[in-house]
C-alpha cells in the first residue's frame, strides 16, 4: 500500500504572502482598536 497524499502541506503556510498580509491586517486592527480606547482597557463610567 502506498500512503495518500493529504494534499496541501500546511506546514508551510507561513510561507505564503497572503497569510503574512492576515497577519498584518489583523495586528493592524488589533492594535487600532486598542490604541481607539473605545473600552479596550476598561469600561466607561455610567451615565
Known amino acids: 500500500m502506498t500512503p495518500q497524499h493529504p494534499g496541501r502541506d ?3 503556510i507561513h510561507h505564503s504572502p497572503i497569510f503574512w498580509i ?3 491586517m489583523c495586528l493592524a486592527a488589533i492594535t487600532i482598536y ?3 480606547d473605545d473600552l479596550s482597557w476598561r ?3 455610567p451615565r
Open 43 to 45: 469600561p466607561q463610567a
Open 10 to 12: 500546511w506546514r508551510r
Open 22 to 24: 492576515g497577519v498584518v
Open 34 to 36: 486598542v490604541l481607539s
